[in-house]
């Protein structure tokens, strides 16, 4: 209600897997943990007239730049393990 989105939209999310909706006595609610990554989807949907198969898309390669820079972290500790040494 806030963003005055369609609640269409939310459906088209939680279809696609990219947000899970979960229902309690017949009333829908979303995880305050997704609310961050839901208002990113409705920016792209809204000003920047992405479809939801882009925001997939984007959901996707963001998912893998958060993994590669978790995986150089863990590597750049290792080394520095090394280097003390």
């Known amino acids: 209600m806030h963003h005055k989105i369609e ?5 088209s ?4 897997g990219l947000i899970q909706i979960t229902t309690v006595e017949r009333t829908q609610y979303i995880s305050r943990e997704q609310l961050s990554d839901l208002e990113k989807m409705i920016r792209l949907h809204y000003e920047l007239d992405i479809n939801i ?8 390669l963001l ?14 500790n ?8």
């Open 7 to 11: 609640m269409s939209f939310i459906h």
């Open 13 to 16: 999310l939680n279809e696609s």
């Open 53 to 60: 198969e882009g925001i997939e898309s984007i959901a996707h």
């Open 63 to 76: 998912q893998r730049v958060e993994n590669l820079h978790e995986e150089l972290t863990v590597l750049k």
């Open 78 to 85: 290792r080394l520095k393990l090394y280097e003390n040494e």
